[in-house]
């Protein structure tokens, strides 16, 4: 039974409810290089997707925050509010006054920015005391057609010629 999906510009486009993996990779750059082979020798690459098996969440502790660390976090945030608000202004104002316009703008939004961070770290108390980043992780990267048209794609990645790699 197929089913309709919508795009991102809102084109109805019918898929087979059911597909098959046709190849598993480690690295994303190997799937993506299977489906442009597959695109290069002429499959209709519409009917598959690359699909990212074996997800989890990664938080990368980056170090300590304190509140001097968080001030310093937000003096630069506010830096660079502080710059785009006076490039906004430069856009209708311009003149010798504008180099001032922008160092000032560039004093308060960082001192802002250093109290806003710092308060912001003293009011959350012992909450969190660690600064991160987080990412998404993958295991493998699965290429998967619809099945109907599994046999000629896996054909076609049969023929992919092997890797070279440049050292």
């Not at 089913?3 to 991102?8: I, S």
């Not at 830096?79 to 000032?104: N, V, W």
Request: aromatic fraction near 8%.
């Amino acid at each position: 039974m197929a089913q309709l999906r919508t795009t991102r510009n809102a084109t109805p486009v019918e898929t087979s409810s059911r597909r098959r993996t046709i190849a598993s990779y480690t690295d994303y750059r190997d799937a993506e290089r299977a489906v442009d082979w597959l695109s290069d020798q002429g499959f209709a690459v519409e009917r598959g997707a690359i699909i990212g098996a074996g997800l989890r969440s990664v938080e990368q502790v980056t170090g300590r925050m304190t509140a001097g660390r968080a001030a310093l976090v937000g003096a630069a945030e506010g830096t660079l509010i502080g710059a785009l608000i006076a490039l906004l202004f430069g856009l209708f104002f311009s003149g010798p006054d504008f180099g001032e316009l922008l160092l000032y703008s560039l004093a308060v939004g960082a001192s802002f920015g250093a109290i806003a961070g710092a308060l912001a770290q003293v009011v959350t108390g012992n909450g969190r005391n660690f600064a991160s980043t987080m990412t998404v992780a993958t295991d493998r990267y699965e290429v998967q057609v619809d099945e109907d048209v599994a046999a000629e794609a896996t054909q076609i990645l049969d023929r992919m010629p092997a890797r070279v790699t440049q050292g």
